[in-house]
Structures are given as C-alpha cells and as structure tokens.
C-alpha cells in the first residue's frame, strides 16, 4: 500500500485523480443527469453526501465487516445513504427530484463510491477516509459542473437558468439530449488530452535546450 | 398484446438504454472491442435483466408496498444474491452454457442497467408480462448497442486516428454519433 500524505489524500481526488475525467468512474450520472447545471449541481451534492457518508461509516466499521462479504456490506452502506438522499431531496426540493428521477436511486451503482470504500476507506483512519472522500466529491462535482457548464450553454443559451445571449441566439438542441452528453464529455477528453501532450511536447524542448546549453558551456 | 409489442419496440430503438439513458455504460466501453465478446456481453444481459425483472415485480407485488424506504436496498440485495444461485445451477446443469456467460453474469450484477431497470418498472407501474417485455427490449436494446459500437470500433482500429483523440475520447465519440443516429427512432413515439 502506497503511503501517502493528508494533504495529498485531500488533493488528488480533485483534479490529478479525478473520478470522472481521469479514471472514467460514475459515467453513468454524469452523462445522465448534467443537461443543465441545476441538476449537476444537485447529483453533485447528493453524491458527495452519500461518498462521505458511506467513507465514514466503512472506516469506523471496518474492523467488524468479515472479508468474505465485504463488498456486500459495503453495497448496504451505500444503499442505506443513497435511500437517505433520495427522500431529503424529494422533501427539500421536489423539483430537482422529479427530473433527476431513478437516477437518484442508481447512485448506489456508481463505481466511485465503491471503489473509495475498497481501495481506501476500508484501509485508512476516519480522519483520511473523510479527507478523500471530500477530495473525490469535489472532484466529481467539478467535473459535473463542467460537463453541465458546456451542456446548458450552448444547448440552452443560459447558466444556471440566466440566459446569456439575448433572443437571437439559436440553442443547440442536441446538446440537451443523450447525444450531447457523449460528445460533450468526448471533446472535454479531446481537449484534456491535448493540454496534457502540449505539456509534454514543452517539456521535452526546455530539456533539450537545457542540455545543449549545458554541452555548450 | 399490441401494448406489449410496442413496449418491446419501444425500449429497443427509441428509449435504448445504453444510448439514450446512459445505462449499462461500463460493459459499453469496456467489453466492446470485439463483436463477439459484445455479442455473449449481451445475451448474458438479456438473461439477468429478465430475471431482474421477474424479482422486482415479486418484491414489489408482495412486500414493498408496507415499506417502500426499503426499496433500493432490497432490489440490489435479492437481485445480486439470485445470479449467484442461477450462476451456481447453470454451472451445474450446463457447464458449456456456464462457459459462454459465465465470467459476465457477476459483473452484470453491480451494473448500472440492472438496478436501472427494476427502477423504471416500478416507476412506470408495469404489470407482470409489461415488465418481462420490458427487460427483454432492454436487453435486445443493449446488445444492439454493444454490438453496433463493437463492430465500429473493429474497424476504427485499422484507421489512423490522431494521438489525442486515441482511447476513450474517440469511444465517447463515436457513442455520441451512435445516439444522435438513435435519435431518429423518436419519430416513432414513446410508450406511455
């Protein structure tokens, strides 16, 4: 097991390791739910409610869940948070609920939250264990914030239900529907993968000059 | 019967749960890089999803109803147990059959598709026959998503595809271009 530092624990989550854009864990709601930035932001925070909630109830636990039937504890847990979520949100804000639907209830089955209660919380401390779960929540909420960013901007020409570009503006429905869920996240990829060989290429010239400035001297 | 037929039409081509509700995404991009694998993916989907179907309609016939809080936990709990014990008689009874769909019936169980689908139906209140009609189109739906990306991407392999775009960006891609196509089936309406 690699050790590694609070500080990182909190901070790889977010961007370096980001669930959704770097390991391509919980594509199912981040493709589902994030036509508008309303309801990124509400599967972001049902999601990071249950990611934490079921972190601190593995970590505290752990020494009691037998090793044979782990996976199905911990599947309990998760099931048991999300129920909690699903009836907060239907009584907070009936709304938001009614669009994200079954989605709700299918957090149970995003792979992120199980795989931190495998690989991490299951291992670690309470104190680490909520410290990534909070790394990984925010990182999963980015990462819907920036799929239901691009979603709702140009698919309905506002963000956050502000419009943006006056009445000329012509909406570019497919961004809205499930078509425009995997392009959106395919060109964000594109995108990411281009900065990060951009960085690379960079990298590889400072080096090179470095070295004939050293041959030089 | 037309009202089932149509369910079955419906949920294959107009509402297709890979391509239109974004379930059963993992199989979807990690098991299509062959047709064949996609093909037996899919048949070992039809089957859980049948029996998927029958055991959400049981729950919520008999019990749910006095405690619907339970509802999430219950359908992963009894759905996950049962493909184990028709895993262990299909290796029993059929070893060769065990052989074809052995290795995927225990990653179908944690997919997104499967507690998806005992979700929908019960949101949509369908009665018996509905609901078996139902995962059954889910099913088909799914093999035929599997199946078309599995083909594309076989052939993509031959193409000379841009370094930044290799991998799951070009996956994503090519799904997108797959649900617009699908998005042409609309025209057909959606089941109530």
């Known amino acids: 097991m690699r050790e590694t530092t609070p500080k990182q624990d909190l901070f790889r989550g977010i961007w370096k390791e ?3 854009l770097i390991q391509m864990l919980g594509l199912c709601p981040a493709l589902a739910v994030t036509n508008t930035v ?32 782990r996976i199905s504890t911990y599947i309990m847990i998760i099931a048991t948070f999300v129920t909690v979520a699903d009836m907060s949100l239907e009584a907070m804000v009936p709304v938001v ?61 506002s963000f956050l239900n ?56 | 019967m037309g009202d089932l037929i149509w369910i079955l039409i ?19 991009m990690g098991v299509s890089a062959r047709v064949e694998t996609a093909l037996r993916m899919g048949m070992a989907n039809i089957f859980v999803l049948t029996i998927t179907s029958i055991c959400a309609w049981l729950l919520n016939t008999f019990l749910l109803d006095h405690a619907p809080y339970l509802r999430v936990i219950s359908f992963i709990v009894v759905i996950a147990s049962l493909v184990q014990i028709v895993e262990m008689v299909i290796k029993k009874v059929s070893p060769a059959l065990f052989k074809q769909l052995g290795i995927y019936l225990p990653l179908i169980t944690t997919n997104c598709a499967i507690l998806g689908l005992a979700i929908f139906q019960t949101n949509k209140e369908y009665d018996f026959f509905q609901g078996l009609f139902f995962a059954i189109g889910a099913g088909l739906g799914l093999t035929l998503a599997l199946v078309l990306m599995a083909s594309i991407r076989e052939d993509a392999e031959r193409a000379q595809v841009p370094k930044i775009a290799q991998g799951m960006a070009l996956v994503l891609i090519i799904a997108g271009s797959l649900s617009m196509a699908f998005m042409g089936f609309a025209g057909l309406g959606s089941a109530s």
């Open chain 1, 18 to 20: 980001n669930p959704v």
């Open chain 1, 38 to 69: 309303e309801n990124s932001l509400a599967m972001g925070v049902a999601t990071f409610f249950v990611l934490l909630g079921s972190s601190l109830s593995v970590s505290l636990l752990k020494k009691f869940i037998p090793g044979e039937v």
């Open chain 1, 97 to 157: 609920h009614k669009k994200l639907g079954a989605f709700i209830a299918l957090i149970v089955v995003n792979c992120m939250i199980l795989g931190r209660q495998e690989a991490f919380a299951s291992k670690r401390p309470v104190g680490r264990a909520l410290l990534d779960a909070v790394g990984v929540g925010t990182g999963f909420m980015i990462a819907m914030v920036m799929m239901g960013g691009v979603r709702e901007i140009l698919g309905m020409g």
């Open chain 1, 162 to 217: 502000i419009p943006l570009f006056g009445d000329n503006y012509e909406p570019w429905v497919v961004m809205i529907l499930p078509a425009g869920g995997f392009l959106t996240l395919g060109f964000w990829l594109l995108g990411l993968n281009w900065w990060a060989e951009r960085k690379k290429q960079r990298q590889k010239v400072l080096a090179a000059r470095e070295s004939s400035e050293r041959r030089a001297a």
């Open chain 2, 10 to 28: 419906s949920t294959v081509l107009v509402n297709n749960f890979t391509l239109a509700y974004f379930l059963g995404l993992c199989p979807f």
